[in-house]
């Protein structure tokens, strides 16, 4: 649709990167096009059980687990051989095999390990560490089934730079964020957010509905004006999560599980391996098993909206959103990254694909 | 046409070079039928970058759909072409 029609002026993108701060950014961002993730179960065990944990649905957690460390080294050499530059550790629960997250580490150096943050990982396998963190500890209590979950994550990472606490909100923890955040504002902690995104055929009370988007979108700002030093969040990734449309719906979701394409971006390169160190192209996903049309993961965004430069790129705000998101992604996910501050401070209507 | 379409390869070929920072080819050395992906490193955003300076130079949009068929600098040449034939 052009512009006579929708009265919008139409610009060009070097009309936008025209803007000095845009063209800052941009080129501080697009210095991290070459990263190239994949994702590794490194244990089927865990040492807590979580309700509605995407790792227990499905049958990835029946696969055999494997922990013969020059099997994994054999791995990320041919991962890394394939272009692969960023490594995604998860689980079950990859505390419990150190040794194997640092073959990772050795091999390819950029990474991110999630956790659930109650056995610390060495200080020399140096990705950034993602503490899961789903409500105060009495909720984490009644759905973790650990005790003082928070407490002990807090001392466990205590001035650890590759730390940051990933908060699911659910819709009943929405309110519990308001504490979480200030205790680890008091601590020196960083946040970021999750939304709880169903696994497939779960039914339980904890999937969202437009009301605790609504709210959690509300407690999502209050939290980051508040916080900004603390919380490591933009606008738009409020608008991109808490949609009553989830990721895929919203921007057509690049990961094989959901996308044809196998010549070019994720559709390519993206691998989600398995304690067997097996994958299966129809079940790579950074979440597998989630409900595609339920979700709105950090993880699955951090892909998606990233992907999607090319329809930002409509006018200065959006691209300035889409930025924001980017700028986010990046000091979430990559250790020594500095995020700058938000460039956008409103809420921007993500695009249409024909936009 | 043999002519536009050379002329547009080598200007894509330059865009290339400009935007990848490729320092050590010129846009009339650059094989227009090396394949981006595989012999050049180009990755998905670095396309989508290509993609909004065609956008600007040619006025054309270019759908992400396409992308995976846009391999070498000859088949952009190509596309490019056809995309401004159909707005005549």
């Given at each position: 649709?052009?512009?006579?029609?929708?009265?919008?002026?139409?610009?060009?993108?070097?009309?936008?990167?025209?803007?000095?701060?845009?063209?800052?950014?941009?080129?501080?961002?697009?210095?991290?096009?070459?990263?190239?993730?994949?994702?590794?179960?490194?244990?089927?065990?865990?040492?807590?059980?979580?309700?509605?944990?995407?790792?227990?649905?499905?049958?990835?957690?029946?696969?055999?687990?494997?922990?013969?460390?020059?099997?994994?080294?054999?791995?990320?050499?041919?991962?890394?051989?394939?272009?692969?530059?960023?490594?995604?550790?998860?689980?079950?629960?990859?505390?419990?095999?150190?040794?194997?997250?640092?073959?990772?580490?050795r091999t390819i150096p950029l990474g991110?390990?999630?956790?659930?943050?109650?056995?610390?990982?060495?200080?020399?396998?140096?990705?950034?560490?993602?503490?899961?963190?789903?409500?105060?500890?009495?909720?984490?209590?009644?759905?973790?089934?650990?005790?003082?979950?928070?407490?002990?994550?807090?001392?466990?990472?205590?001035?650890?730079?590759?730390?940051?606490?990933?908060?699911?909100?659910?819709?009943?923890?929405?309110?519990?964020?308001?504490?979480?955040?200030?205790?680890?504002a008091q601590n020196g902690h960083k946040?970021?957010?999750?939304?709880?995104?169903?696994?497939?055929?779960?039914?339980?009370?904890?999937?969202?509905?437009?009301?605790?988007?609504?709210?959690?979108?509300?407690?999502?700002?209050?939290?980051?004006?508040?916080?900004?030093?603390?919380?490591?969040?933009?606008?738009?990734?409020?608008?991109?999560?808490?949609?009553?449309?989830?990721?895929?719906?919203?921007?057509?979701?690049?990961?094989?599980?959901?996308?044809?394409?196998?010549?070019?971006?994720?559709?390519?390169?993206?691998?989600?391996?398995?304690?067997?160190?097996?994958?299966?192209?129809?079940?790579?996903?950074?979440?597998?098993?989630?409900?595609?049309?339920?979700?709105?993961?950090?993880?699955?965004?951090?892909?998606?909206?990233?992907?999607?430069?090319?329809?930002?790129?409509?006018?200065?705000?959006?691209?300035?959103?889409?930025?924001?998101?980017?700028?986010?992604?990046?000091?979430?996910?990559?250790?020594?990254?500095?995020?700058?501050?938000?460039?956008?401070?409103?809420?921007?209507?993500?695009?249409?694909?024909?936009? | 046409?043999?002519?536009?379409?050379?002329?547009?390869?080598?200007?894509?070929?330059?865009?290339?070079?400009?935007?990848?920072?490729?320092?050590?080819?010129?846009?009339?050395?650059?094989?227009?039928?090396?394949?981006?992906?595989?012999?050049?490193?180009?990755?998905?955003?670095?396309?989508?970058?290509?993609?909004?300076?065609?956008?600007?130079?040619?006025?054309?949009?270019?759908?992400?759909?396409?992308?995976?068929?846009?391999?070498?600098?000859?088949?952009?040449?190509?596309?490019?072409?056809?995309?401004?034939?159909?707005?005549?």
């Open positions: 649709m052009n512009s006579s029609v929708t009265g919008k002026k139409e610009y060009k993108f070097s009309e936008i990167i025209a803007d000095p701060v845009i063209k800052e950014r941009f080129e501080k961002v697009r210095k991290y096009f070459f990263l190239r993730e994949s994702t590794y179960d490194m244990t089927h065990r865990c040492n807590v059980r979580c309700e509605g944990c995407y790792y227990f649905a499905g049958e990835k957690q029946f696969a055999e687990e494997n922990l013969d460390e020059n099997s994994w080294q054999t791995l990320l050499e041919a991962e890394k051989e394939r272009g692969i530059t960023f490594v995604v550790l998860a689980g079950a629960e990859p505390s419990l095999v150190p040794q194997l997250c640092e073959v990772c580490y991110a390990i999630a956790t659930n943050g109650l056995i610390h990982i060495p200080l020399h396998i140096d990705y950034k560490i993602h503490i899961s963190v789903w409500g105060n500890d009495q909720t984490s209590l009644e759905i973790r089934k650990a005790k003082d979950m928070l407490a002990r994550q807090i001392v466990n990472y205590q001035d650890d730079p590759r730390a940051i606490f990933v908060y699911t909100f659910t819709p009943v923890n929405i309110d519990q964020a308001r504490e979480v955040t200030a205790l680890l946040i970021t957010f999750n939304m709880f995104s169903a696994p497939e055929g779960y039914q339980g009370h904890l999937r969202h509905d437009p009301d605790t988007l609504a709210r959690t979108r509300q407690t999502m700002t209050e939290l980051l004006l508040q916080y900004p030093e603390t919380v490591v969040y933009s606008h738009y990734n409020i608008v991109a999560h808490t949609d009553p449309k989830g990721l895929h719906a919203l921007y057509s979701c690049s990961y094989p599980r959901r996308n044809p394409l196998s010549d070019i971006g994720l559709g390519r390169s993206f691998r989600q391996y398995r304690t067997d160190l097996q994958w299966d192209r129809e079940a790579a996903c950074c979440v597998p098993d989630t409900d595609c049309d339920d979700c709105r993961h950090y993880a699955a965004g951090s892909a998606v909206v990233t992907a999607r430069m090319y329809r930002h790129a409509s006018d200065p705000e959006s691209f300035k959103a889409w930025l924001d998101y980017v700028d986010t992604y990046l000091a979430v996910w990559v250790k020594d990254y500095t995020k700058g501050q938000n460039l956008c401070d409103r809420f921007i209507a993500p695009p249409s694909a024909e936009a | 046409m043999q002519n536009d379409i050379s002329q547009t390869t080598i200007r894509i070929a330059q865009i290339l070079i400009n935007e990848l920072k490729l320092d050590d080819v010129t846009p009339e050395t650059f094989d227009p039928d090396l394949d981006l992906v595989d012999e050049v490193g180009v990755d998905s955003m670095d396309l989508a970058t290509v993609a909004l300076v065609l956008r600007d130079e040619y006025g054309i949009r270019i759908d992400e759909d396409d992308y995976p068929k846009l391999t070498t600098v000859r088949i952009i040449a190509e596309y490019i072409t056809n995309k401004l034939r159909s707005d005549d």
